[in-house]
């Protein structure tokens, strides 16, 4: 987060923890996400995408969850961050699943 607002100090970031979801399940901090129109952004490609899947399926929504490789290098990680904040509109990655950094 640090290097991010390094970068751009008006980007609009809040952490689970900001918000009182510290060790919230998945499905809490998506609803919560969903609830406050906010693109999550997460390390956890382990469980993350099965319950953006379910909650689909069950015809709820999320506006987006971008699901960061940390094995990847933290440099280029931050650039397609700063890439997706800028050249996104709102809805842009409604529903969607995407992996950074982008292949």
Same mark, same amino acid.
């Given at each position: 987060? !640090?290097? *991010? +607002?390094?970068?751009?100090?008006?980007?609009?970031?809040?952490? #689970?923890?900001?918000?009182?979801?510290? &060790? $919230?399940?998945?499905?809490?901090?998506?609803?919560?996400?969903?609830?406050?129109? !906010?693109? *999550? +952004?997460?390390?956890?490609?382990?469980?993350?995408?099965?319950? #953006?899947?379910?909650?689909?399926?069950? &015809? $709820?929504?999320?506006?987006?969850?971008?699901?960061?490789?940390?094995?990847?290098?933290?440099? *280029?990680?931050?650039?397609?961050?700063?890439?997706?904040?800028?050249?996104?509109?709102?809805?842009?990655?409604?529903?969607?699943?995407?992996?950074?950094?982008?292949?």
């Amino acid at each position: 987060m !640090r290097g *991010l +607002l390094l970068r751009k100090s008006d980007l609009n970031l809040v952490r #689970v923890q900001d918000v009182g979801l510290g &060790g $919230a399940d998945d499905g809490a901090i998506l609803e919560w996400a969903d609830n406050h129109g !906010r693109v *999550l +952004l997460t390390h956890d490609g382990r469980t993350m995408p099965k319950h #953006v899947r379910s909650r689909l399926a069950a &015809g $709820a929504h999320v506006p987006g969850v971008l699901i960061v490789d940390d094995l990847a290098g933290i440099g *280029l990680c931050i650039e397609e961050i700063l890439l997706v904040a800028e050249c996104s509109d709102e809805g842009d990655w409604e529903d969607k699943i995407a992996y950074l950094p982008f292949k």
